[in-house]
């Protein structure tokens, strides 16, 4: 059985599991994900491993997924850091139904909130940037429900560096409620976030909670593994012939450490630098069971670096640029060399 540790949630005191539980799958109102019975096995698969931290968000399902973790949280809502999000159209016709502006807020979190059967939220995530709403607007708006007792905290998830740090600056230069996460796609096939998001969050002290850690089941071996489906036919980007190419990487590593492509991918996130939590979502409590198991995988140094090699990326300019030996000597002076400092910690 796995045990989870706890980390603390970026600037915030709010401990929370390493490991939070995505429940994108709960319900099966689009064709696939796990029925309420299903759900619930997954539940307390990740509650009995010490697991605290669940995410959700007002349009998964069609809503059932908020319906249904209200009806498995009445018996220990206290003991869960609940995270849900806003955003998303979820009233058809009417144009003040999505984005991130106070009144689809508003509306969006009363309607959560009745769904979940709870008086407050512990995380509110803005699921995404909708280029449209002022930043001091949004960050108003948010802590206006968090005075309200509505919203413990807040998030940012699937928005551009540039806005959350100017979000956040004008949260503390205010004294409103600044986002303490950050949530984005990262995985081994997903590394352009490392260019300016991860970066910022490390600056600003946010956890970062990358969802599709596993590439959309590429990197759990489901491609490259025995009877594989011949995946050279499939032209979607998350098949590439490179995002192969990683996948196969990890079933080496995998191989050689006597445990699962899952749980190397997971594994991987856990190993970068800053406070990272991967959100693990499943279909089924044996997939749920095989992720958290990463929880316990200490990869190697060897394998962290030919993990890094096989899923490499150019950071761009002015990164590479500012990298290199005759710039750093430019603007570092003739000792740079010598600077005592950790080049992977942002600093502001």
């Avoid at 995270?83 to 979820?90: E, I, L, M």
């Avoid at 802590?143 to 956040?168: I, Q």
């Avoid at 004008?170 to 004294?175: M, N």
Wanted: hydrophobic residues 40%.
């Amino acid at each position: 059985m796995t045990t989870l540790r706890y980390k603390l949630l970026g600037r915030s005191g709010l401990r929370v599991s390493e490991l939070c539980l995505g429940t994108m799958t709960f319900g099966d109102d689009w064709g696939w994900g796990a029925p309420p019975a299903e759900a619930r096995r997954q539940f307390e698969l990740f509650r009995s491993a010490g697991g605290n931290f669940i995410d959700t968000a007002n349009g998964y399902t069609n809503g059932s997924s908020e319906r249904i973790l209200g009806e498995l949280l009445e018996a220990d809502r206290a003991g869960v850091v609940l995270a849900t999000k806003y955003t998303v159209a979820w009233r058809p016709g009417d144009p003040n139904g999505a984005g991130n502006h106070r009144k689809n807020m508003v509306q969006s979190v009363e309607a959560s909130l009745k769904r979940l059967k709870t008086d407050y939220i512990d995380l509110l995530w803005l699921h995404a940037w909708d280029d449209t709403t002022p930043p001091a607007e949004v960050m108003r708006a948010l802590d206006d429900l968090v005075r309200a007792g509505k919203v413990l905290h807040v998030g940012v998830s699937d928005t551009p560096a540039w806005v959350v740090s100017h979000a956040n600056t004008l949260a503390e230069l205010r004294g409103w409620s600044p986002f303490v996460a950050l949530q984005i796609e990262y995985s081994l096939l997903q590394r352009t976030v490392e260019r300016e998001l991860t970066p910022m969050a490390q600056a600003f002290d946010l956890a970062v909670c990358p969802w599709g850690a596993v590439g959309g089941g590429v990197l759990t071996g489901k491609y490259t593994r025995g009877d594989a489906p011949d995946a050279k036919r499939d032209t979607t980007v998350r098949r590439s012939e490179r995002n192969l190419g990683i996948a196969r990487a990890v079933d080496a590593v995998a191989d050689a450490l006597g445990t699962t492509s899952t749980r190397v991918a997971i594994a991987w996130l856990q190993h970068r630098a800053g406070t990272v939590i991967p959100i693990v979502g499943a279909r089924t409590a044996a997939q749920l069971e095989d992720a958290l198991g990463a929880a316990e995988l200490a990869l190697p140094a060897d394998a962290v670096a030919k993990l890094d090699a096989a899923s490499a990326i150019e950071l761009g300019f002015p990164h590479d640029f500012l990298r290199g030996d005759y710039i750093r000597k430019v603007i570092g002076g003739d000792q740079h060399a010598r600077f005592a400092f950790d080049p992977r910690r942002p600093r502001i």
